[in-house]
């Protein structure tokens, strides 16, 4: 079994930075993709950023330039470094690894809140 544990969340002003981390724990065999969702109130969860085992990174429009995805293969750790927050990036972060054996992992989320 995977665990998926997310920390960095918190309330931060407008134009503001934060960095969340995602460790998977358990019994990890091999990571192919690790990644970072969001879900605002009333809305559905979206796609932020993905990274790839080997480097490749993907970004959502509403978040290039602003946040920036790494990993550390060796510490099966996915980092979000949020920079230039806007009030509308207020959501509940999840945390999502995609294993080459196909499975799928969600974190519980971490909430960030960002005021004007």
């Known amino acids: 079994q995977v665990q998926l544990v997310e920390s960095g969340g918190g309330l931060v002003q407008a134009g503001g930075s934060l960095r969340l981390s995602c460790v998977a724990l358990?019994?990890?065999?091999?990571?192919?993709?690790m990644g970072w969702y969001r879900q605002a109130p009333g809305k559905q969860r979206e796609f932020i950023a993905v990274i790839t085992s080997s480097g490749y990174t993907n970004y959502a429009d509403s978040v290039k330039g602003r946040f920036t995805i790494s990993r550390d293969n060796a510490r099966n750790t996915v980092y979000l470094q949020m920079n230039s927050l806007k009030p509308e990036d207020t959501a509940v972060y999840y945390c999502?690894?995609?294993?080459?054996?196909?499975?799928?992992?969600w974190g519980q989320g971490t909430q960030v809140t960002v005021s004007s």
């Open positions: 358990g019994s990890i065999l091999s990571i192919n993709k």
């Open positions: 999502n690894v995609l294993m080459y054996n196909m499975r799928e992992y």
